[in-house]
């Protein structure tokens, strides 16, 4: 059983790793900083739980604790219990979801891991929008695509924005990083994937009618650019979403989704 502690000091040293969530230059859960993964309220925990990324604390209310009493039942962390007025001190706002977990970074996996087993990945490049991301990986886990890779400038998917958006999805959902974008590319070729570059441009595909391979991998650009013409000519096919006319794009989350359920229909 987690053991309580009662904190009733904002500045009590326990509760550091929790401190100035806020704050861009203190950031805790930059990997180049303490390199943390933050999981806020009780659904997020319980997932962070049911992960690989093992909790070292956790701060909230006297409520939430109730709540996730069961989930704590074995384990070995300090639940560091406090005041919504303390709690907010300690982190620089309100937090609504009144509890918090902390985990360090596990170690990254490879590409060959996340994708052995794997039929389904979605590849983004340049999609550097934190809440983005946090849907993707969200979007992901409800329509079954096994695994997200990354390309050049993308967003850290372990931001606490991320991780909050994706419901602690991006916990679960495994991924890697694709190297030397985008000649790495030829990984995924020669494990047997269908390459598909998401494009709304009218000399595309039909996407419905592009998915015809027994693994697929779908490429999704920044809001915006999309993806690099470059990404593009490493894939096999480029594929469109049918919009109504006057519609130039979708939001690469929405179109992200859009395409994990034709995958989802059509597989």
């Not at 015809?212 to 096999?236: K, N």
């Amino acid at each position: 059983m987690a053991e309580v502690i009662d904190i009733d000091d904002p500045a009590d040293p326990r509760v550091v790793d929790f401190r100035d969530l806020k704050s861009a230059d203190r950031r805790p859960d930059l990997p180049g900083r303490q390199g943390l993964v933050i999981a806020e309220g009780v659904v997020v925990v319980q997932r962070m739980l049911d992960s690989r990324f093992r909790p070292t604390a956790l701060l909230g209310v006297a409520r939430k604790y109730t709540e996730l009493a069961e989930d704590l039942a074995e384990v070995d962390v300090p639940y560091y219990r406090a005041t919504a007025e303390v709690m907010a001190e300690v982190v620089g706002f309100h937090l609504n979801r009144g509890v918090l977990a902390v985990a360090r970074r596990p170690a990254t996996l490879s590409l060959d891991d996340v994708i052995d087993k794997a039929r389904t990945v979605a590849v983004l490049e340049g999609v550097n929008d934190h809440e983005n991301l946090g849907s993707m990986f969200r979007n992901a886990a409800g329509l079954g695509v096994d695994a997200i890779l990354f390309g050049d400038r993308c967003a850290d998917p372990l931001y606490r924005r991320s991780v909050r958006v994706s419901m602690g999805h991006v916990l679960r959902v495994p991924f890697a990083q694709v190297p030397d974008w985008p000649d790495g590319l030829d990984i995924l070729r020669r494990k047997g994937f269908q390459m598909i570059a998401l494009t709304p441009s009218p000399a595309a595909v039909n996407l419905a009618m592009a998915m015809t391979g027994e693994r697929v991998a779908l490429l999704l650009g920044a809001e915006g650019p999309g993806l690099t013409e470059e990404a593009m000519r490493a894939t096999d096919v480029r594929a469109r979403i049918p919009m109504s006319p006057g519609t130039d794009s979708l939001n690469v989350a929405t179109a992200a989704a859009m395409a994990f359920y034709e995958r989802v229909r059509t597989a």
